[in-house]
């Protein structure tokens, strides 16, 4: 009888449904606060998110995962995001470089099987290193000065990263590193998290979204396998524009859904907030007043727009009409511009209360003003819309 090709089993997954969402969060909510007072790695939040089999979401089904879209990611860091932005951050990471081929899914198979079936099983957590003291971003161009050097059977890194989300948290660190041969190359090296030869300095101390712990990792001869350098080019190389357009996409869908995230929380509290606070003056609700109905309104509307734009550009994207980067770029700007404004409103509304730290619209509003960091930033995206309708 001849032998039948092994077909790996497909895995049952139950259904993301509204209902598991909504516990997630509001699991998440009861240690916000903490998280953010502290800026600990919220170790807590990613035991549930694992327990749940959520940090596996988009691998692949044939090493064990769910596979899913972008669509159905983004409703999963929305709901996480809602409860602790940090977390959602941190975990969009890992689903990143599952969800596009150009990313992990292309590293050696044996690596990446590795990685994939760690994050199926509730670890596996990856974050990229690329900033730097001296260069800050690459997305801007540059070389790092990190600089991986051939020992023996490997590599040994040296260098200093700055502003590396997730940092005691993670179980793998894809570091951002130049080569020392007589032509460097340029690319990522995958190091775990537990290698020798790595410190962890507590430099994150920032106005909002401080359970990112984004600190500063410096490496010192930190060994690493041969085939670890999973994505090592010449420079011109990474500067061709050739790759895979869905990384563009899918990070500037996530951050746009981040931080909406946070402005929903925000404007929940709010609405608790304006009915349940009766003034003896007024003798009813803050809710009962037309001027606060009508600046309520124009947030409902910011968010409205925000749900819509992301929501389309997403299920564009999994039905094989992939948006430009330009046209998920202008959506972040405008999401995140919306999620800023959409918290404002609410301090407007508030007063004093709103910026009293025993409520939450106060750390809402820190961690919203930090999507302006993410790159690409408003110069970038505006100068590329402005060429792009002009014609350049």
Not at 352 to 360: C, D, L, M, V, Y
Request: charged letters at 20%; one cysteine or more; glycine letters at 10%.
């Amino acid at each position: 009888m001849a032998s039948q090709a092994f077909v790996p089993e497909t895995p049952s997954f139950a259904p993301i449904g509204p209902e598991l969402l909504d516990r997630i969060t509001r699991q998440l909510v009861e240690t916000a606060e903490s998280y953010d007072r502290s800026a600990q790695f919220p170790r807590a939040n990613f035991d549930l998110l694992g327990q749940e089999g959520l940090i596996g979401l988009t691998v692949p089904v044939e090493y064990g995962g769910r596979g899913a879209s972008l669509s159905e990611a983004l409703r999963v860091l929305g709901a996480v995001a809602k409860g602790e932005p940090s977390t959602a951050l941190i975990l969009f990471m890992t689903y990143h470089y599952h969800a596009t081929p150009a990313r992990a899914q292309g590293w050696p198979q044996g690596i990446y099987e590795q990685l994939a079936r760690q994050a199926v099983q509730g670890r596996g957590l990856i974050g990229g290193l690329r900033v730097e003291p001296e260069l800050g971003t690459p997305v801007r161009g540059g070389m790092p000065a990190t600089v991986a050097r051939r020992v023996g059977d490997g590599w040994a890194i040296s260098g200093t990263k700055i502003y590396s989300t997730g940092s005691t948290g993670l179980d793998w660190f894809a570091v951002w590193a130049k080569t020392d041969e007589e032509n460097p190359r340029v690319g990522n090296f995958l190091v775990r998290s537990d290698s020798h030869g790595i410190a962890i300095e507590p430099a994150w101390d920032h106005l909002g979204m401080r359970a990112t712990v984004s600190h500063a990792v410096h490496f010192k001869d930190t060994p690493v396998p041969l085939d670890h350098a999973v994505d090592i080019r010449l420079p011109e190389q990474w500067a061709s524009g050739t790759g895979d357009p869905s990384l563009a996409i899918w990070n500037a869908l996530a951050i746009s859904t981040i931080y909406d995230g946070v402005a929903r929380a925000a404007r929940d509290w709010l609405r608790a907030y304006l009915n349940d606070r009766v003034p003896s003056n007024l003798g009813a609700s803050l809710a009962t007043l037309p001027r606060v109905q009508e600046k309520f309104g124009e947030i409902e509307t910011l968010l409205q727009v925000n749900r819509t734009l992301i929501r389309d550009a997403a299920a564009r994207h999994d039905a094989g009409d992939t948006p430009s980067a330009v046209e998920v770029n202008n959506i972040k700007y405008l999401a995140t511009a919306n999620a800023i404004r959409a918290v404002e409103i609410g301090l407007e509304l508030t007063g004093n209360p709103g910026i009293s730290r025993k409520n939450p619209l106060e750390r809402h509003y820190r961690d919203v003003l930090c999507s302006r960091i993410h790159s690409p930033q408003t110069d970038t995206i505006l100068i590329a819309a402005g060429r792009t309708a002009l014609g350049n």
